[in-house]
């Protein structure tokens, strides 16, 4: 489900009959240009859907990629990635916006941002798309029990937020896990 962008390297290859290669980073207005083809619009595509759109504007140059047993084929993969700016605010170590792989989670992004603060919560981290919270998550569920999370990629413009604890209670003595809770 990625949606290809600006600063997104793919790569085209075509084989068979027809034989090409190339490298292609699309530009700031999602486009990336191919000699014999033109201007090809692939910003806010999938890959699948990329894939369809470079056969259908392929096939007036190579008609070899057409019919049942079409004699060329044409592939295309991803190469380097843009990253994505997400932003940390609230009780993490190092806030700000933070360049993230674009495959990245809130756990990796928070790990990039320094962690959560020792005065932050672990169990109300919200993400925040759109002025919308899409979802909260509890790091307890992770760290103590190492379930893994439901963890969303992350999107260009994101918000994290870190609150404070709502309260905080030490324990100590003969138990299994001594602490701040």
């Known amino acids: 489900k ?9 790569i085209i ?6 034989n090409s290669y190339s ?23 999938t890959l699948e859907e990329s894939k369809k759109y470079l056969l259908s504007k392929f096939s007036n140059e190579y ?14 993969t991803l190469g380097e990635l843009k990253s994505v700016n997400v ?14 792989h674009p495959f990245s989670g ?28 899409i979802n909260t998550v509890d790091l307890y569920t992770y760290l103590i029990n190492g379930k893994k999370l439901d963890d969303l990629r992350l999107l260009d413009q994101d918000v994290i937020y870190v609150p404070p604890r709502k309260s905080t209670i030490p324990i100590s003595g003969g138990i299994l896990r001594q602490g701040n809770y």
């Open 2 to 10: 990625y949606l290809l962008g600006p600063g997104d390297e793919i």
């Open 13 to 18: 290859s075509l084989w068979g009959e027809s």
């Open 23 to 45: 490298n292609e980073i699309i530009n700031r207005d999602g486009q990336i240009f191919i000699e014999n083809i033109g201007i090809l619009n692939l910003g806010g595509k």
């Open 63 to 76: 008609s070899t990629l057409l019919g049942d047993k079409p004699k060329s084929f044409i592939d295309l």
């Open 87 to 100: 932003h940390f605010v609230g009780l993490v170590n190092i806030p700000g916006v933070h360049m993230v």
């Open 106 to 133: 809130v756990i990796s992004g928070l790990i990039q941002a320094g962690g959560v603060h020792q005065d932050g919560s672990l169990r109300a981290i919200n993400v925040i798309r759109n002025d919308k919270i």
